[in-house]
Nanobody, 123 residues
Framework: VQLVQSGGGLVQPGGSLRLSCAAS????????IAWFRQAPEKGRERISC????????SFADSVKGRFTISRDNAKNTVYLQMNSLESEDTAVYYC?????????????????WGQGTQVTVSS
């Protein structure tokens, strides 16, 4: 059972990236998927979450209007599309999942985590 992340890398300010989070060993049906990020010397921040049942999504104020989240249950994969990237978005990004009908804000409540991927926004 694992989450495998892909995407990320170096991008200039104003650019876009898409992160993927693919589940293996289990189906994402019945699970919420959240994206967290952790910048150097800062705590982990939940930036987005999507609920399976109605696919409703939430976003932190810091990324609202710039990031979108989507899921493809057929591919057992969730995507985080990041547009208009800023230097403040530089961080390691993680996806995480738990079997809930709501999105926990406490990262300790998530059962499975991706391996993390570095996103660097710099000119």
């Amino acid at each position: 059972v694992q989450l495998v992340q892909s995407g990320g890398g170096l991008v200039q300010p104003g650019g876009s990236l898409r992160l993927s989070c693919a589940a293996s060993g289990f189906t994402l049906d019945g699970y919420v998927i959240a994206w967290f990020r952790q910048a150097p010397e800062k705590g982990r921040e939940r930036i987005s979450c999507i609920i399976n049942s109605d696919r409703s999504a939430s976003f932190a104020d810091s990324v609202k209007g710039r990031f979108t989240i989507s899921r493809d249950n057929a591919k057992n994969t969730v995507y985080l599309q990041m547009n208009s990237l800023e230097s403040e978005d530089t961080a390691v990004y993680y996806c995480a999942t738990v079997s809930r009908w709501y999105c926990p804000t406490n990262d300790a409540e998530y059962d499975y985590w991706g391996q993390g991927t570095q996103v660097t926004v710099s000119s």
